[in-house]
Each structure stands twice: as C-alpha cells, then as structure tokens.
C-alpha cells in the first residue's frame, strides 16, 4: 500500500489509502503546514465516499472505540477531538444544508448571508465535513451539487474560522479551491499517482472473493493462490477504480459459469467494460442490459418502485421488455441493489399498498451512480427517453388522480419531465400541485426559466416556499394554494381545488391588491329597501383608486375601521409619522361578493360594527400572531382553520357569521371559514 509499511494494520473499512488519510489526519489535526480546507475528488466510482466514511469513524469518539487504533499506522489517525459537523446533502438543495449548519451551531440566523456572517464571528474555528456532493438536490437535472458548491462550500471555505473538507465530483473541485490563498486548500485526486492505491484493490478484491466473507466456493475462491492470482489481475485491470474491483467480483461470483480466471483480457478495466462482459458471459446482448438499468440511471431520488421497472425499461426501449425483465436479474443483479424506502407521507394521502411490502414501495437503484453516467452516456437521446419515461408515469395514473399515484409518480414525474423538456406543460393540475412532495416539486419548477411557466406554476412557485418551510400537508397545501390562486386572479383553479377529496377550513370569497392596507373591520351597511349589506372597510393610503379620504364629509374618529387587532383608520392616521398616508382613507368593499364589489359610493360614517355582545357570542373566535391567523371554535377550543403567510398580517378581523378579514402589505382578502358556512351561505341568499 501507498507510503504504508508492513509494521502497522490497515484501516479495517478502508484496507488502505493510507498517504490520503495521513493527509487528512494532518487536515484534522491542524497541523503545522496542513491547509484549512481539503476538498476530496476523484472520477465516479473513485472510491472517494468510503475513504471519507473510514476517516470519519476516526473522528466520531465513541465510533473510534471500536477501531484496533494502537494496531494502526499513527500517522493515519487524528487526534481525539469532538466530532465534527457533518451535513450531508443526500437529496437537499443547497439551503437546505446551509440550515443544517445553522442548527447544528444553533445560529441565530435569519437569512443565508447572517449564516456566513455569524460564522466567521465564532471564537474558535469550526470543523465541517460534506461529504456525497455528488448526491445533492431532490431533483437530478436540477444540477444541485454545482449550486452547493457555489452558495455554500466555496463561501465556507472562505470563511477563516471554517476548516472545511468536501467530497467532491472532479468538474467541480477546481472551482471550490480557486480564489482561495496559497497554502489555505488541498485538493486530494483519489486517481493522480501520489493518492492511487493499488495494492488497496487487490486487498478488497482479495476479500471479496474469499468464502470467509460471503463468497461461493469456487476453484478460483477456495484455493489462496489462486485466489491471490485472480485479486492482482482484477487490480491490474481496473486501475485507480474500486469501483470496476467490485463490478468485476460481483458479476464473476454471479455468473461463473464460463469464466476463465486465466484469462486476463475478460475482466474489465472501466465501468462500461464490466456492463459488458458480463452480459457477455451470460450470452446476452450488452444493449439489453443496458436498456434494463435504463430507467434507473434516469431515476429521481432513492430509485424507481420494483412494479414500475417493466413498464419504464419498455418505455425507453421501444418494445416490451417484461420478458428480459422476468430473468433479468442474473443479468442486472450485479449493477443494482434494493433500497430502504424512505418514511413517506403515504398515510396522511390515504394511498394503497400495491406493489409494496409492509405498505411500504420496494425501491430499486444503481449499486452506484457511476453506472448511471456510463448508461445516460450510451443513450442516444436522453431528453427522448425522458419523454417516454414521463408518458409512461402519467399512464400509471389512476384515473388520473393524484391522490391514487404511486408515490414516485406523484413525486419525482416534474424530475423526468424537467429533463425531457416538458415540464411546463405538467403544470397545469392543481392535483398535482396539491399531491406532489413540494420540495421536489420545487426544485423541478425553479430549474426552468420563469418565462416558460404559466401563470398556474408561477402561483405554486411563488408558495411553494410557504409550503416547504411549513412541511404542510397535503389538505393544508391544497388551502394555501386555494387562496393564492384566488389572489392571483385564478379562481377557476381555486375552484378545482375545492373539487379534491378535501374539506378545505375555507374558501376565499375575494382578494384585492391594494397596497398599504393598515386597519380593517367587518360591518354592515343599513339599506331602508332590504337587509343590511355586509361590508369590509379597509384603512388606505389616501391615493388608493376608490378609497374616501376621512374627513371628506366630517368624519373624523366616529367612523373608524376597528377589527379584533384593536387598530382603527382614524388612530392609524392621527399617530402616524409626518407625511405618512397610511389610514388616510378607507376603502368599503363588499364581504360576502365572489369578487371585489366596490362601495366606493358608501358614506363610511353609515357602516354599523358588530358590538361587544354579537362578537362575544359569535361561534367562532380568532388569535393573531405576526405570519398565521388561528380561527377556534369557542364551545369546543378546537382551531377549525390556521391561516399562514410568507410576509407579516398587518391586520384582521372576523364577522360574527365566520367571514374572516385579513390584510397584508400586498393587499386584502375575505375568506369564508368552513365550520360556519352554512350560516353565511343562507345569509348571503
């Protein structure tokens, strides 16, 4: 092994690497000379991610109990120390990690720019490792990990009080490292001579092939010479690779029959070799091989459901594929693996169990990503495939409802419509908007230029930071986005909503755009020819379309806008700042309209108020605080609805009949709250 002596065991995870992890030790340690920051690199399949899984045993105290440390080459180990901060990017976009660093510091951070702020503010340096770059963001195409790289690693490797190691992919290690001060970065290439390891392949091909540690007998496995003999021709063959190493022992031990160990020139020195020769073994053509792992070298998040293979692997082939998929695990054993589905939100969408054990998707993946990029790369149109992959998932659809989709249809289908260029045409189903997992949903939809959204996808992107932030569920996201498509002048969308299998807590009646709303209140204007009419009044700036200026006819506190926030227009007008026009004016709207009604006609001294008594014996009462609203039931204290905002309520009210009132710096709207509808709808008759 590289710059190891024969005195000293090897790392038992890593068997090896030992000039990196002395580098690396010293990165630790701060050692005299070491850089603060180490970025970790080499091609896919490097073997990059276990050398930083092993060094990070050696951090973690308790882990490092369990390592034989006394037996180890000193040099290779540092020194005891509290363990690191280590977010790892699995699937997150970039803010999502730069929040885990702020948690883990417990920064009291608001916005990104105070996260690097409050960090180079600490008294001592801080130690950060980011490991699986590579593996960032929701969605693939989204290309994440250069977006991590940029917003957040280089920022952080900039920082003087951040030592910083990041594991990441070749193309974009140059770019972490460049602008920083001589001396202050090491880059690490797991494939350049001084950091390759090649007795460390043999060693692990040497393990794999041994019975001790799973391997069938088989001449070439039993007997040591020759199973030495076959490790340092497998070693040999794959180069800098770990990667190829284990392809070409798993797809010799899966398929022996044939396999002649003497003969050098049949084991793989690349990951498209070992595709390859081992379709070949088994008398398969390697382009079926290749269209079998297809679908997952195009596949979203953590793989694609087992019972979606078929159909997908057909999809991009062009043909039916479900007879080489029946026996084709001999063929694609070696290339995939079986995955831990995540804890989903399939409970709170009431979906079924199909295709599922224990109620949970079996998932399929590549055994590593750097078969994903030989396949892609062997397509001959990616965005074609992509195409009929995304066909494929839309007929998948139950009736074309999204409450019946397969979790990975439902969540990853904006992923492969993004990549097959037709993303903006998915988004035009409030059912998908309501039923999608919202990060990824995102992600998917910020990747494209807003000039090609509708104006539906513009309404999701501009929640869908509400709706990530809050972790809303399904029914909730389908009211938040119920009201914002009232307010952007969509209300055929707000409509279908309310058509779901949900009882939204409302349904808004209006929004009107006006800006600098600072009072509101429900009241009733008096009418000798019928029933009073129902009425919002808005404190306005005095140049706002429509609005009467207090004072036009004599008013002056008599007719002020009180709601429940305890604000009136007149209050707001006289204690505000010189030449501020907040509260000048009101604006008298109907309540009860589907859409705004304007009374600007109406003398606001006429507008009655509810008293004290109709409020304090109005079913419903209302609790406000600075970005949610909380409409309860005051027999049983129950929250009937729960209104949140991305920009503060400057003000709200709430009609005894459960009309509720809000206002924030973009405008104003009415929702009608669901548990007193009935009694609003025969008012409104």
Not at 92 to 103: E, G, H, I, R, Y
Not at 215 to 221: D, H, W
Not at 286 to 306: C, K, N, Y
Not at 427 to 437: I, K, N, R, S, Y
């Amino acid at each position: 092994m590289t710059g190891s002596t024969e005195d000293y065991a090897p790392h038992p995870h890593i068997g090896g690497r030992t000039a990196a992890l002395r580098a690396l030790a010293a990165w630790r340690a701060a050692a005299p000379g070491a850089p603060r920051v180490v970025v970790l690199t080499g091609g896919s399949g490097s073997g990059r991610s276990r050398l930083l899984t092993g060094f990070l045993m050696l951090c973690e105290p308790e882990f490092r109990k369990r390592l034989p440390l006394d037996a180890m080459d000193p040099s290779t180990v540092p020194p005891e120390l509290p363990a690191p901060a280590v977010p790892t990017p699995d699937g997150l976009t970039a803010a999502q990690v730069l929040w885990l660093l702020a948690d883990h510091y417990e920064l009291d951070a608001t916005s990104t720019k105070d996260v690097f702020a409050e960090m180079a503010a600490l008294d001592e340096p801080v130690t950060v490792v980011v490991p699986d770059v590579d593996r960032a963001g929701p969605v693939r195409a989204a290309d994440e990990p250069a977006r991590l790289v940029r917003e957040v690693l280089a920022p952080l490797a900039a920082t003087a009080t951040v030592r910083l190691l990041a594991e990441v992919p070749r193309p974009l290690a140059a770019g972490l490292a460049a602008g920083l001060p001589p001396g202050t970065v090491q880059v690490i290439d797991l494939d350049a001579p001084e950091w390759a390891d090649p007795e460390g392949l043999v060693l692990h091909a040497q393990a794999a092939l041994d019975p001790e540690f799973g391997a069938p007998e088989l001449p070439f496995t039993v007997d040591p010479a020759a199973r030495l003999a076959l490790a340092a021709a497998i070693g040999r063959r794959a180069g800098t690779s770990p990667l190829v190493v284990q392809l070409a022992v798993q797809g010799i031990l899966m398929a022996p029959e044939g396999f002649d160990p003497a003969d050098e020139n049949r084991l793989p020195t690349s990951v498209g070799e070992a595709l390859d020769l081992h379709a070949g073994r088994l008398g398969a053509d390697p382009q079926t091989l290749r269209l079998l792992l297809a679908p997952l070298a195009l596949a979203e998040a953590d793989g694609i459901p087992v019972h979606l293979w078929g159909r997908l692997a057909s999809a991009v082939a062009g043909r039916d594929m479900s007879g080489a998929i029946a026996g084709g695990m001999l063929l694609a054993g070696p290339f995939v693996q079986p995955v831990e589905q995540r804890e989903g939100r399939d409970a709170e969408r009431g979906t079924g169990t199909g295709g599922r054990e224990n109620g949970r998707p079996t998932l399929l993946r590549l055994l590593h990503p750097a078969l994903g990029d030989e396949i892609r790369a062997g397509l001959p149109n990616i965005r074609a495939a992509q195409t009929q992959i995304a066909m494929a998932l839309l007929e998948a659809v139950p009736e074309q409802d999204w409450s019946k989709a397969d979790p990975y249809v439902r969540d990853h289908i904006a992923g492969h419509t993004l990549e097959a260029g037709l993303l903006p045409q998915l988004l035009t189903d409030p059912g998908l908007f309501v039923h999608a997992d919202p990060v990824s949903l995102r992600a998917a939809i910020e990747a494209v230029p807003v000039e090609t959204l509708g104006a539906p996808a513009r309404t999701y992107l501009r929640t869908a930071p509400l709706l990530t932030r809050t972790q809303a569920s399904a029914p909730l996201r389908a009211a938040l986005l119920e009201t914002a498509f009232v307010e952007d002048g969509l209300p055929e969308y707000a409509d279908a909503l309310h058509r779901l299998a949900f009882e939204l807590p409302w349904r808004t009646l209006w929004s009107l755009p006006v800006a600098g709303v600072s009072a509101v209140t429900v009241g009733s204007l008096p009418s000798p020819e019928g029933p009073a009419t129902p009425v919002a009044v808005l404190a306005v700036p005095a140049d706002t379309p429509g609005a009467r200026p207090l004072g036009e006819t004599g008013e002056t506190g008599e007719a002020d806008a009180t709601g429940e926030a305890g604000e009136t227009a007149a209050e707001t007008e006289q204690t505000g700042e010189p030449g501020d026009t907040r509260g000048s004016a009101v604006l008298i709207h109907g309540l009860l309209r589907p859409a705004p009604d304007s009374l600007g006609d109406a003398d606001p001294a006429q507008v009655l108020r509810p008293s004290e008594d109709e409020r304090a014996a109005a079913p419903l009462g209302l609790s406000r605080g600075a970005d949610y609203l909380r409409v309860w039931d005051r027999a049983s204290g129950d929250v009937v609805a729960a209104l949140i905002s991305d920009t503060p309520f400057t003000a709200a009210d709430l009609s005894p009949d459960g009309v509720l009132l809000v206002a924030t710096e973009h405008g104003a709207k009415a929702l009608l709250i669901r548990a007193a509808a009935s009694a609003i709808a025969s008012k409104a008759s």
